[in-house]
Each structure stands twice: as C-alpha cells, then as structure tokens.
C-alpha cells in the first residue's frame, strides 16, 4: 500500500505500526503526513519519558528530505512537538466542528441555578479535581455535571473527593455521552469548563462554542483567543482562579457570549474549510514527491 500511494496519513506516535511505516516511506522516498494527536506533548504527570524519548529519536532519524509534515491542532502543540521531532515541517490545521442547530441558550440570572458541564475523559490530567475544589467555593446554586468515563479506580476517587467536599447534592456523574445525550448536556449547560493540565486540541471547546455554550478553558489548552472572540475565558486551573472565572463570567452576558463562539466557529472551524487545507498540504507532498 505504502508503494501505491501518493501521500500516507500516519496517525499516532507511540505505536508499534509507526516506526516501521516511516521506515518504509523513507526507503521509498514517500512524503507522510503525520497527525501526532498531542503524543509530544509533556505534563507534571506524563509518564514513561525515557522510553517515549528514545522512540522520538528513532523516528526522527527516519525523517528528513523535507518528506514528513507533522500535522498539529494548534501552534503550542506545533511548538513542542518540532523540539522533538526536528526532521520535519509544522502544519497546523486545527480539528473541524459540526454546527449544530442552534440551541436558544437562556440567560442566566442571579438566584437561578449555575450548571456548568465537565465533558471528556476522567483522567489525572484534565483536572477535574480543581474544578471539584473551586466548586465547593461556589455559591451552593451552582452545580456541575461530569460527563465521561475512564479507569475505574481514578473514577471512584473523584466520587469520594466529592463526597469529602460534601458536594454530593451539586455533582452528577452521567457515564460516557455521545449523539443526542452528548447534545442534550450542552443544550442544559450555561458555562463549559475544560480545567485541563494539557490539551492539544480541546475537541470540546469547538463543540461547546459551535453549540452556543460560553466556555472557560485552562491554559493548558490552546484556546487563547475565546477572550479575543469574547466567548469565554482563558485562565489558570488552579481552583481559586477557576472559581473566579466562573463567578467573572457568571455576570457576563452568557447568551452574547454564546453567539459569539457560534459565529467564531462558523466562520473559522467548519469541515469544509478544514480539509480544504489538509487537501493543500496532500496536493503539496504529491507535487513534490512524484510517484516514480
């Protein structure tokens, strides 16, 4: 397959197929566009460094010849990952969103209950236990639903930290979401908060603004520009300044800002535009790189 093709999209980093496909493509002079998913990426908790380090090493060795394009999501991600694979080029090409329709999300008031929403894997790295700490600080008409799954064990371990924070009658854990369920907890959210350590992407930021929900996001993900789009708040994760953002925005006009991150991602973020890049950068290598 590798000598049929023009171009071979890699996905992943370490994984045993990875090594070998660059191989062969280096032996056949193929051009790849490699989609690294964050795999470069590091955190306070990343695990396995040293193994991970020598596997990068082996695969950039089998880079070069300006062949291999490493598709990232965003420029942070673009960043950290050319320090570890040197031999190739960036293209940054964020993820494509589908716009739903729209939502007619409400106005929150004042005395009326604040449901933010936690969408995503339950993992050590996306915080959820500094947003557990800053909702304890919270006025107690805020509360929060948790939607993912993830190891057993670290799941029942934020279930006892919400029971030490005596915040059993403000958390609800609804398990995996997906399709319709998925769509109905962003339809019954007022605010999204993604307290991520790192993200490459943050898939749902975009699904959060194209569904017209406000998101607060942690700079540990790459979502600077919410503020500049005026459709969220871009903060530290520690659970003092999660608890400020969520009271900061909470006096914002959340509606505004709802239409501002569907408008942002309408115009920036849809599929077509999306693979209208990610075809520039195929038909680029394919120029380049003729079949012999």
């Known amino acids: 397959m590798i000598r049929w093709a023009d171009v071979i999209h890699l996905t992943a980093v370490y ?111 996306k915080g959820i236990e500094n947003l557990l700490r800053a909702i304890r600080q919270l006025d107690p008409a805020t509360s929060l639903s948790i939607c993912g799954s993830g190891n057993k064990q670290y799941e029942n371990s934020l279930k006892s930290l919400v029971d030490e924070l005596s915040l059993s009658d403000r958390v609800r854990f609804c398990g995996a979401v997906s399709g319709e369920e998925k769509e109905k907890q962003f339809c019954g959210a007022d605010i999204c908060v993604v307290p991520s350590f790192s993200e490459n992407f943050g898939m749902v930021v975009a699904e959060a603004l194209a569904t017209g929900v406000p998101v607060i996001a942690s700079k540990g993900s790459p979502w600077s520009e919410i503020e500049k789009h005026a459709c969220g708040l871009w903060v530290d994760n520690d659970p003092q300044s999660l608890k400020e953002a969520i009271n900061r925005i909470s006096e914002s006009s959340l509606a505004s800002m709802g239409r501002n991150g569907r408008e942002w991602m309408e115009q920036e ?21 003729p079949r012999a």
């Open 269 to 289: 973020f849809t599929w077509p535009s999306i693979a209208r890049r990610m075809n520039e950068v195929y038909r680029g290598l394919a120029l380049k790189f």
């Open 15 to 125: 994984s045993p197929p990875t090594i070998p496909t660059l191989l062969l493509c280096k032996l056949f002079r193929k051009p790849v566009v490699w989609s690294v998913r964050g795999a470069l990426q590091r955190w306070q908790g990343s695990t396995r460094t040293l193994p991970k380090k020598i596997w990068e090493r082996l695969s950039d060795a089998l880079c070069g010849e300006d062949r291999v394009v490493l598709h990232v999501t965003a420029e942070e991600e673009g960043r950290v990952s050319r320090e570890r694979i040197k031999n190739a080029r960036i293209a940054v090409i964020p993820n494509g969103v589908d716009i739903p329709p729209s939502n007619g999300a409400r106005e929150w008031r004042p005395g009326k209950q604040l449901r933010l929403l936690f969408l995503g894997r339950l993992h050590p790295i």
